[in-house]
């Protein structure tokens, strides 16, 4: 079964705490995608990944880090300095980060601060 | 600043009738356009892709793309309540970058 999954689909976050999220695909695709989404609101571009060990700052990466080791994986770091979290998290992929084919979504990691 | 335009809504329509969508964008360069529809608490999922001038029918889906307005529209015939979400307009600019729009919510009421 081909996909990206994201995990957990809840995350609940303590004052001061770093949190990661995950994200896995097996589509063997080149580019991978973080999104921050708020109520009401439309996609916010974290970060984003064109191929393994490389990665480039979005419209919003303050409190935020990423890693890509893997082609498979992308994780996102919501550290303490992010005030804000709350948000739902969304992922992405895409064949290819130049060319006509677009972005397909995982299902997302929903965000609370306690 | 390249943009992606959209009338957030939410956008209101009789069961059966045709919902309209409308999306502008800024780069003349843009190449790809896609509509993505955004059930609440859910993730976008692609539902049409255009890359031509012109009309593009999928089922009850029929995107149309003019380049020379920098408009592509989303065209949805004998709407149905599954059909209520938000509408998202995406498009890749000359660096084949995806430039989001904001999302038009539509309610379909029966």
């Known amino acids: 079964d081909g996909g990206i999954t994201q995990s957990p689909k809840y995350l609940f976050r303590k004052e001061g705490q770093n949190v990661t999220l995950s994200c896995e695909q097996n589509?063997?695709?080149?580019?991978m995608y973080w999104y921050r989404q708020d109520p009401g609101q439309g996609l916010r571009l974290i970060y984003y990944s064109q191929i393994v060990n490389d990665f480039q700052k979005g419209d919003i990466a303050e409190g935020y880090s990423v890693s890509r080791e893997k082609k498979e994986s992308f994780p996102l770091t919501v550290t303490s300095a992010q005030k804000n979290p709350t948000a739902f998290y969304l992922c992405?992929?895409?064949?290819?980060?130049?060319?006509?084919?677009?972005?397909?979504f995982g299902p997302g990691t929903r965000l609370l601060v306690l | 600043q390249k943009e992606v335009e959209q009338n957030s809504g939410p956008l209101s329509v009789p069961e059966g009738a045709i919902a309209s969508l409308n999306c502008t964008y800024s780069?003349?360069?843009?190449?790809?356009f896609f509509w993505y529809r955004q059930y609440s608490g859910k993730s976008p999922e692609l539902i049409m892709f255009i890359y031509s001038n012109g009309d593009k029918e999928d089922g009850r889906f029929t995107a149309q793309l003019n380049k020379a307005s920098q408009y592509v529209s989303l065209l949805i015939r004998d709407s149905q309540p599954s059909d209520s979400a938000t509408y998202l307009c995406?498009?890749?600019?000359?660096?084949?970058?995806?430039?989001w729009g904001a999302g038009t919510k539509l309610i379909i009421k029966p």
């Open positions: 995406a498009v890749t600019d000359s660096n084949y970058q995806l430039i």
């Open positions: 589509l063997n695709h080149d580019a």
């Open positions: 780069d003349r360069g843009s190449q790809s």
């Open positions: 992405a992929s895409r064949p290819s980060p130049r060319g006509q084919e677009t972005q397909y």
